[in-house]
T-cell receptor
Framework: EAGVAQSPRYKIIEKRQSVAFWCNPISGHATLYWYQQILGQGPKLLIQFQNNGVVDDSQLPKDRFSAERLKGVDSTLKIQPAKLEDSAVYLC????????????FGEGSRLTVL | QQQVKQSPQSLIVQKGGISIINCAYENTAFDYFPWYQQFPGKGPALLIAIRPDVSEKKEGRFTISFNKSAKQFSLHIMDSQPGDSATYFCAAMTSGTYKYIFGTGTRLKVLA
């Protein structure tokens, strides 16, 4: 079974530029999550999708972050314009809510904002 | 109330020793408590999980102890090995929401 795929793995941008991250969850997983992990901290939920609907985006900085999950499969997280404090690893995870809800994480996309 | 407090922040253990990491929560609606292991450059991976209907769960060298009245749970790694050196996160979730709250992480180093 293929795992959660994320790209790009690394991205370096200047502040005020834009960036987009892509995630392909495990096939059949209805729930998809984007987490932000700042160095030395635990993952912080940015947005949770159930199929292609948003379940929770209460901690998503909506003035600069946006996310979509078209057709209930792939998802894209965009940051525009980026700030220095957005430097972090962006983790995508998926779960099969009918199978107990275990989270499966991708390897993450490391963003450095200069 | 949505926080999960994790300690210690870092831990150094000799090979063969016992590693103990603790977590505490406030929200009594949480009913699923997993531990995740993360190696550098990798995403977290599920290690072991427990539900509050049992006080202990053991899988190999890894044991979760759960104290419902104290709202605390802990991870014990017996016979710790250098390969266990990683960051460990506790988490909590309420069934039906599938929304996970993570602790701040414990960086474990096992000395050879």
């Amino acid at each position: 079974e293929a795992g959660v795929a994320q790209s790009p793995r690394y991205k370096i941008i200047e502040k005020r530029q834009s960036v987009a991250f892509w995630c392909n969850p495990i096939s059949g997983h209805a729930t998809l999550y984007w987490y932000q992990q700042i160095l030395g901290q635990g993952p912080k939920l940015l947005i949770q999708f159930q199929n292609n609907g948003v379940v929770d985006d209460s901690q998503l900085p909506k003035d600069r972050f946006s996310a979509e999950r078209l057709k209930g499969v792939d998802s894209t997280l965009k940051i525009q314009p980026a700030k220095l404090e957005d430097s972090a690893v962006y983790l995508c995870a998926s779960s099969n809510t009918g199978g107990g809800g275990e989270l499966f994480f991708g390897e993450g996309s490391r963003l450095t904002v200069l | 109330q949505q926080q999960v407090k994790q300690s210690p922040q870092s831990l150094i253990v000799q090979k063969g020793g016992i590693s103990i990491i603790n977590c505490a929560y406030e929200n009594t609606a949480f009913d699923y408590f997993p531990w995740y292991q993360q190696f550098p450059g990798k995403g977290p991976a599920l290690l072991i999980a427990i539900r509050p209907d049992v006080s202990e769960k053991k899988e190999g060298r890894f044991t979760i102890s759960f104290n419902k009245s104290a709202k605390q749970f802990s991870l014990h790694i017996m016979d710790s090995q250098p390969g266990d050196s990683a960051t460990y996160f506790c988490a909590a979730m309420t069934s039906g929401t599938y929304k996970y709250i993570f602790g701040t992480g414990t960086r474990l180093k096992v000395l050879a």
